[in-house]
């Protein structure tokens, strides 16, 4: 079955300092991957997408690379704010002959302190 | 535009009960997926509805049961809980490609 790593369960920076976030994965080949932000008590709010055949994708202060042969996502926010501390999930699309749905991963609680 | 909705918001039932849990997709989305989440882990896949059928299932046993109505609305049953079963229980609907999530349903078996 899939499995979905996140670099650690929580991670502190200082306000302005870059956040990165890791996602790996094994026994599967998705062909996109998303990022999802999580506050407590409140259900994820999606974030950015990427593709198989994208190397990175921006957002504003985000930014997503996606490495399909380290089987790999970073997860960049620039310039952090501690509005910016929350959950953070990826998660993998997983598709068989019935339909697609997403496989999510256990989240990396970013704290930033101010 | 509502976006998707969940109800109640908690509830609290005792082992062996029954429970139904409310989903009303965000406007124009057709398919409703359940998820589960536990306190400090990420959501797992129960099931999803298209069409007003089951399209696909995670690894969750048969008590947990499900319906989609033809105005896209969908319901979450679980039988004979457990107190393993206490979550945050997480409905998103979908057009395509992104989930739109609702709030949860947080659940406590004693």
């Known amino acids: 079955s899939q499995k979905i790593e996140q670099n650690s369960e929580a991670l502190n920076i200082q306000e302005g300092k870059t956040a990165t976030l890791t996602c790996n994965y094994t026994?599967?080949?998705?062909?996109?991957l998303q990022w999802y932000r999580q506050d407590p008590g409140r259900g994820p709010v999606f974030l950015l997408l990427?593709?198989?055949?994208?190397k990175e994708k921006r957002k504003e202060r985000l930014k997503v690379t996606f490495d399909t042969t380290l089987k790999q996502s970073l997860f960049h926010i620039t310039a952090s704010q501690p509005a910016d501390s929350a959950t953070y999930l990826c998660?993998?699309?997983?598709?068989?002959?019935?339909?697609?749905?997403?496989?999510f991963g256990p989240g990396t609680r970013l704290s930033v302190l101010p | 535009d509502a976006g998707v909705t969940q109800s109640p918001t908690h509830l609290i039932k005792t082992r062996g009960q029954q429970v139904t849990l409310r989903c009303s997709p965000k406007?124009?989305?057709?398919?409703v997926s359940w998820y589960q989440q536990a306190l400090g882990q990420g959501p797992q896949f129960i099931f999803q509805?298209?069409?007003?059928?089951?399209?696909q299932r995670g690894n969750f046993p048969d008590r947990f049961s499900g319906h989609q109505f033809p105005n896209y609305s969908s319901e979450l049953n679980v039988n004979a809980l457990l107190l393993g079963d206490s979550a945050l229980y997480l409905c998103?609907?979908?057009?395509?490609?992104?989930?739109?999530f609702g709030s949860g349903t947080r659940l406590t078996v004693v």
């Open positions: 998103a609907s979908s057009l395509g490609y992104g989930y739109t």
């Open positions: 026994n599967y080949s998705p062909a996109y």
């Open positions: 990427i593709r198989e055949n994208e």
């Open positions: 998660a993998l699309d997983f598709r068989d002959n019935y339909g697609q749905n997403f496989v």
């Open positions: 406007s124009g989305h057709d398919t």
């Open positions: 509805y298209y069409e007003e059928e089951e399209r």
